[in-house]
């Protein structure tokens, strides 16, 4: 199973690629440039049976922000020549046979986090985001594409200094800039997997601060104490952190089995969009002009 974080690779594409990639109507098509790029190549190099590309649908608003206002409120607002082109993605996504999934509530991450825990193969997620690490299990990968790296759970532990299951837990007290997740102040990596190490959890750990407070660690005391004045956003990290494996899918969203491209879509796809022959190339279109 290959499941693909898209948004991920949409972003990297519009902001890798200059807004002088348009099409006919001299709109932006950048984005679609690079996306269609990264997914023809990916699907070029698997032979898997069931493909699912997950969308964030919200480039604003997830159920996380119902419990903390502040989660991604860092980010800027995503340009609208950004916003245009992600429907076009989702479209030639769905067009080359890849089922497509999204939602108003949840993020791409519960999305692929969901199909992953349901499914009864090794799963490989193809994203840059450490959060769906947390999944990993016996089998599974999370290829960073553009990155050309591969991780499975000893591979994450190695970079992390936690299993795969602690990720949560890790962010927790590390934090995370990316989606304003404030974590504890002044715990860094190393600290944080340290304490990990000792301790099952951040529940384990912050029910027994005078153990942090004994323990061998640098400035246990010190340590001990942010942590009993950050306790409650410790936890609050940890939630914000943790992908929802279990989102009521209906059977038409967990159909995704891999399907023969649609040829006709894609050229009136093209067609819409002004898509140049460059485009249409990797799409397998222009070759298929010549033959006719």
Same mark, same amino acid.
């Given at each position: ?21 348009? #099409?006919?109507? #001299?709109?932006?098509? $950048? ?7 990264? *997914? ?18 919200? *480039? ?23 916003? $245009? ?75 992390? #200094? ?32 340290? *304490? ?82 460059? *485009? ?13």
């Amino acid at each position: 199973m290959l499941l693909i974080d898209a948004s991920v690779y949409i972003f990297r594409a519009f902001h890798a690629l200059p807004d002088s990639i348009t #099409g006919a109507d #001299g709109r932006p098509l $950048n984005a679609v440039h690079g996306y269609v790029g990264f *997914l023809t190549a990916l699907l070029a190099t698997t032979d898997e049976t069931y493909v699912a590309a997950a969308f964030d649908e919200s *480039l604003t608003h997830s159920f996380r922000n119902e419990f903390f206002a502040d989660y991604k409120a860092n980010r800027e607002q995503p340009p609208a020549d950004l916003v $245009n082109q992600i429907g076009v993605c989702r479209a030639i996504t769905e067009a080359l046979g890849v089922a497509t999934l999204s939602s108003p509530r949840y993020e791409a991450d519960d999305l692929i986090a969901t199909l992953a825990a349901a499914a009864d193969e090794p799963v490989t997620m193809v994203t840059s985001d450490k959060d769906l690490a947390q999944i990993l299990g016996s089998g599974d990968i999370l290829w960073d594409y553009a990155r050309e790296t591969r991780y499975d759970a000893a591979a994450i532990r190695a970079r992390f #200094g936690v299993a795969p299951a602690a990720i949560p837990d890790y962010l927790a007290l590390v934090g995370d800039t990316v989606d304003n997740i404030p974590g504890v102040p002044g715990i860094g990596a190393k600290t944080a997997a340290a *304490l990990l190490s000792r301790f099952a959890d951040i529940d384990t750990l912050l029910a027994d601060i005078d153990a942090v407070r004994a323990a061998d660690l640098r400035g246990a005391k010190a340590l001990a104490t942010r942590l009993e004045t950050h306790a409650e956003q410790a936890r609050l990290s940890r939630r914000l952190a943790t992908v929802v494996r279990d989102i009521a899918l209906d059977a038409a969203q967990r159909d995704i089995a891999r399907r023969a491209p649609d040829t006709a879509r894609l050229q009136q796809l093209c067609d819409e969009h002004g898509v140049g022959p460059r *485009l249409r190339g990797q799409l397998g279109l222009e070759a298929e002009s010549e033959a006719i």
